[in-house]
C-alpha cells in the first residue's frame, strides 16, 4: 500500500523511483555508493527495494541504533544483530574470523582490541560477493569512526568484491566521516558514486495521493489534495503522512500539518541536542524569514544580548547546512521550517 508508513520493501509498494533503483542496483559495481537525500524522502525504500532485487547477499546495519559516543561494544553489537538473519549462509565463513563464536542462531564477537577485527570480516565476507549498506551512514561519526574509516578504505582496495552502499540525510556529516577531500583520511581521494533523491514536483506529488486514495477506496476532494501537495513541497514522506491521517479520519488538512510539525519538532530537538543554544536560535530566525548573513546575526545578537564573533556564527551556519534543515537561508522541508519556530 503505497501510504503504508513503513519504508518500502518492493517495487510494487514504491511510487516512481525507477530510474534510482536501477542505478542503484547498477551502481554496484563501484566500491563505495552513497544515497543521499533529506530525512523522508525514500531513502531506505529505496535501498531496501534494490537489494530485494539484487541477486547477492546483503547485510543492512542501521546506524541509527548507536549512540553519539558509541564505541567497540556497541558497533559490534549493532553488526551481530543484523548479521543474525544471515547466519545460515555466512555462519560457516563467519566461523572461522578471529574473535567471532557462533553459538546455534546467535552470533558474538569479542569487542576488546585486539578482538574481532572489522578488517578480517570483511576479507571474508568479500569471498561471498556481499552488499553492504548502511542506513543513515552519518552516524558512524565520533570516537570509533577512524576504524570504520579504515576498514573501509581497506576493502576499498583489496575487497574487490564486496560493494558498500551509504545512506545518508545528513549529507554533509555523511561526507565529513568519509573524509574524501580530507588528507587525513584513508578514503581521501577515492571515488564514490551517489545517487540524489530528489523531492516529487507538484504533478507527480498530485499524482502520489490520487494513487495512494484510490488504492484505499476513498475519494478526497482535488481541491484539498492541491493544497496539501502545496504545503508539503513533494517530500513523500510527509505524503505518506498526510495520506494516512486522512484514511484515519482527520480530515483537516491545519490538523494533519499541526501533527506534522510536532513530529518534526521532536526530531530536530533531538538532532540539536549537545549542540548550544545558538542553533535553534540561528534556525528560529532563518524560519522567521532572516534571509542574509547580516540579519541572522542581529537577529541572534538581539536575543543573547551579546555580539557573537562571525566565526562562531558562520560554524553554526555551515553546520546546518551539513545537516542538511538549510541551505542558503532557506529551509530544504517546509514542515522542518514550520516546526522550528517552536525551537
Ligand atoms: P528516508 O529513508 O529517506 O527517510 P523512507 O524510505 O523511510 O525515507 O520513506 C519515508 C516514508 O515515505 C515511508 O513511509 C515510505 O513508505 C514513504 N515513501 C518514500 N518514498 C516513497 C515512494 N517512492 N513511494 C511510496 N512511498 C514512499
Ligand atoms: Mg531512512
Redesign the pocket.
Known sequence: M?F?????EDRK?????EKEVDELKKSLKHPITVVT?I????????LKVSLKEIRRESLLLDARGLGPNYGRREFFNLLANSLRPSLPTLGEILKSVKGVRIAGLEIEFEWRKGGASLVELFDRLNERKLVIAIDEAQRLRGPFSEEVRSALAHAYDYDRDLSFIL?G?EVGLLYDFLGIEDPNSPLYGRYLHEIR?ERFDGQRSLE?LERGFEEAGVRVPRELLIRAVEELDGI??WL?FFGNSYLAGREDLNSIKRMAVQLALNELRSLLSGRGPRFPLVLRAIAEGRGSWTEVKQYVEEREGRTVSSSVLQNVLETLEKMSLVKDYTFLDPIYKAASRFL
Not at 4 to 8: E, F, S
Not at 13 to 17: E, H, I, K, M, V
Not at 39 to 46: H, N
Open positions: 503505497l503504508d508508513d513503513r519504508p518500502k509498494a514504491l511510487f516512481d523511483r537525500g530525512r523522508r524522502i525514500g531513502k531506505t525504500s529505496v545512506t540525510s533523491l502520489f513523500p514522506g505518506t
